[in-house]
T-cell receptor, first 112, second 112 residues
Framework: DAKTTQPPSMDCAEGRAANLPCNHS???????VYWYRQIHSQGPQYIIH???NNETNEMASLIITEDRKSSTLILPHATLRDTAVYYC?????????????FGKGTTLSVSS | EAGVAQSPRYKIIEKRQSVAFWCNPI?????LYWYQQILGQGPKLLIQ????????DSQLPKDRFSAERLKGVDSTLKIQPAKLEDSAVYLC??????????FGPGTRLTVL
């Protein structure tokens, strides 16, 4: 299973775009990139996932490089409520229905 | 749609005492997970149920931890006797399919 590398922390000004990187250089062809976040005193929350095309939903955009070795989660207009730990997780279809494997993630701090 | 419910939200006990946590998953979700999250780390799976059957309990310390999911709905996780190292947040998650997991707010356990 591919491992991920994320910076331990990042800062962002309120209203600006937050770009959270994730390195997954050993990702295989059928593995998806998932993003979850965990706001303080809450459980993790699903954000978005993708295979190779860029994805966008109401929460964020996911940009995956052409070689799929890295990706970026983009929060277009960060607010104070986006302060959280963000986890990048790589999963294959055969892992569907199994537990998520979390690393330490990136702590994003959004300030006014 | 109501989310995953957990109770209590906080619990403080002495070591060697017993404690139980309760989880009510989202209605209709067949898969239920219990995760343990130690401070500063990502959540780690303790046990996974599919309906009322155990799918994965390989990381559950069975000498002191037990869990059940009667009738394939609610679930309880018990620790007896508790140790200092059991201090953590216990998260319950449920899933309707083989993909996205929905987490409850967690129970923060402090063992003194």
């Amino acid at each position: 299973d591919a491992k991920t590398t994320q910076p331990p922390s990042m800062d962002c000004a309120e209203g600006r775009a937050a770009n959270l990187p994730c390195n997954h250089s050993t990702i295989s062809g059928n593995e998806y990139v998932y993003w979850y976040r965990q706001i303080h005193s809450q459980g993790p929350q699903y954000i978005i996932h993708g295979l190779k095309n860029n994805e966008t939903n109401e929460m964020a955009s996911l940009i995956i490089t052409e070689d799929r070795k890295s990706s970026t989660l983009i929060l277009p207009h960060a607010t104070l409520r986006d302060t959280a730990v963000y986890y990048c997780i790589v999963r294959s279809p055969r892992q569907a229905g199994t537990a998520l494997i979390f690393g330490k993630g990136t702590t994003l701090s959004v300030s006014s | 749609e109501a989310g995953v419910a957990q109770s209590p939200r906080y619990k403080i006990i002495e070591k060697r005492q017993s404690v139980a946590f309760w989880c009510n998953p989202i209605s209709g979700h067949a898969t239920l997970y219990w995760y343990q999250q130690i401070l500063g780390q990502g959540p780690k799976l303790l046990i996974q149920f599919q309906n009322n059957g155990v799918v994965d309990d390989s990381q559950l310390p069975k000498d002191r931890f037990s869990a059940e999911r009667l009738k394939g709905v609610d679930s309880t996780l018990k620790i007896q006797p508790a140790k200092l190292e059991d201090s953590a947040v216990y998260l319950c998650a449920s899933s309707p399919t083989l993909d996205t997991q929905y987490f409850g707010p967690g129970t923060r356990l402090t063992v003194l």
